[in-house]
């Protein structure tokens, strides 16, 4: 029914509901009723133009940026409805670093089905290909390939025909490989168990014996892990489902690991640093002022060498993390019910995925224990060095006060000779001045004067010299 009909009389509508098919009554808001008083042109303008937005049912509001985004993710992953009997392949290659090669083998495929190739951002994709459709989608760090066919008359025989042959160029390294099949319970179905290597076999059943999971989770001669499952009424939506979650599960926990041999190459490294830092330590206490220096070079180091395997391994043991948190919801999905004498994917993977995980974590957290003891030996040998160059900013400043005093002295002593060099230029120069007196009729002998005038000369320069150095003072301290 048109949305415009709900909104065209102000009265009540009776629809009927497209999810339960019961009738729903839709009841149009009546804006509230109007003062006598007239409304502005604007106003007016504005309410015209929603009400004739809504009576013509468009919602055309301005979207947000990752509104479509953020609704399609919810709707990004949906479950394949899969039929019975069915095999399913899927493969991982890590593509992080090879995008490129990703998307021009997915367009090479969709070209040779006569399908338009995906745009370069696109992070699904579907093809019809032979019997079955082949589904690719992209990660963060990893692509995977997912094809369906019927399956062949023997659990594990070969498909003769399938996408994955010689014209499949791999976008990037093998990382995960999935062969799973949905058989119906018959005898012939149960005595396919023999297959699977009995030291590691993995059975449980789900859905309240609807179905029955089988993997010894080694793979075959192809390099796949396969997983046998036995279908005892399930729907196609539920195969789906389920296949899904064990599709997840194994490419997941091969992804989780991948953090173990990282971990296990840095751990001897990090035992070396930890084994520098407790030499230098006991160094410490007995020759900090001595080689505060020298020993502040190796510390440097070390953390030097600590922090280029942190930033290393931050981005894959965080990963390994968030992998392994994925395995165990959908392990909690799975919802297993033990069979006496073997044991569940639940628990196999427990025992072998939860001890790597915990090594990631340790040395995860010795890397983090060991920076913080080697800023804190740092913050020490820092205290040492800033304790030195205080005691030798100390000395220095002696030093320069002492030379301050000398010059001072050297500056006394200076002035002291300059007022008797320059009152003795100035005695000199009235001495002429007494002589050229005498010559013109004045009775006192230049001798005379000249020797009355040496007292007022020098206490005269005294006097000046003093004046000049007060005001100096006087200016300084301002």
């Known amino acids: 029914m048109d949305i415009r009909n709900l909104f065209a009389n102000g009265k009540k ?3 009927v509901s497209p999810i339960r098919g019961e009738p729903i009554e839709v009841v149009q808001s009546r804006s509230p009723a109007q003062p006598n008083h007239s409304i502005d042109s604007d106003e007016r303008d504005t309410h015209t133009e929603r009400s004739a937005r809504m009576t013509q049912g468009s919602f055309g509001f301005p979207p947000a940026d990752l509104r479509v985004r953020a609704l399609g993710e919810i709707h990004a992953r949906p479950y394949a409805l899969v039929e019975a009997p069915r095999v399913i392949f899927q493969l991982a290659f890590l593509t992080e670093s090879a995008g490129d ?29 032979g019997q079955g459709t082949l589904r690719w989608e992209r990660h963060t760090e990893f692509s995977t390939y997912f094809w369906d066919c019927p399956a062949p008359e ?4 070969p498909i003769a025909v399938h996408p994955f042959g010689d014209s499949f160029s ?5 990382i995960s490989g999935i062969r799973l099949e949905i058989r119906p319970d018959t005898p012939e179905t149960v005595q396919e168990i ?8 993995c059975r449980s059943e789900l859905r309240n014996g609807q179905a029955t999971i089988l993997t010894d989770f080694r793979q075959d001669g192809d390099g796949l892990t396969k997983f046998l499952v036995i279908d005892r009424g399930m729907s196609d939506s539920a195969r789906g489902a389920l296949v899904q979650r064990l599709l997840d599960i194994e490419t997941y926990r091969t992804l989780a690991m991948m953090g173990l041999p990282l971990a296990q190459s840095l751990s001897p490294e990090i035992r070396q640093i930890e084994s520098g830092l407790t030499a ?7 020759h900090a002022r001595d080689e505060a220096d020298q020993m502040l070079s190796e510390i440097t180091r070390l953390a030097a060498e600590l922090e280029a395997n942190a930033a290393l391994s931050l981005y894959r043991f965080g990963a390994s993390r968030a992998y392994y948190e994925i395995v165990q919801e959908r392990i909690r999905a799975l919802a297993e019910t033990a069979i006496p004498g073997s044991e569940t994917l639940g628990s196999f993977l ?3 995925l939860a001890p790597a995980m915990r090594t990631c974590q340790s040395v995860e957290e010795r890397q983090a224990n060991l920076s913080r003891k080697l800023a804190r030996a740092t913050a020490l040998l820092r205290s040492w060095i800033d304790v030195e160059l205080e005691r030798i900013n100390t000395t220095v400043l002696n ?8 010059q001072l002295r050297l500056q006394q002593t200076v002035e002291g000779l300059s007022v008797a060099a320059i009152s003795y230029y100035v005695v000199g120069l009235f001495g002429y001045v007494a002589k050229g007196a005498h010559n013109v009729g004045f009775e006192v002998s230049p001798e005379t004067l000249t020797g009355l005038s040496v007292p007022i000369v020098v206490a005269g320069m005294w006097l000046v010299v003093r004046s000049i150095r007060r005001r100096h003072a006087e200016e300084d301290k301002r």
Do not use: C, Y
Not at 106 to 129: K, M
Not at 170 to 174: K, N, V, W
């Open 170 to 174: 791999p976008p990037g390294p093998f």
């Open 350 to 352: 427990e025992r072998r």
């Open 101 to 129: 090669n990703d998307h021009e083998m997915l367009a090479d495929l969709s070209r040779s089905s006569g399908v338009a190739p995906p745009a370069r951002e696109t992070s699904h994709h579907a093809i019809s290909w």
């Open 13 to 15: 509508n009776l629809n």
């Open 399 to 406: 030093s320069m006060d002492r030379r301050a005093q000398l």
């Open 280 to 286: 230098i330590t006991q160094r410490m206490k007995l």
């Open 194 to 201: 023999a297959v699977f290597d009995p030291t590691s076999l």
């Open 154 to 157: 023997k659990f594990g025989a």
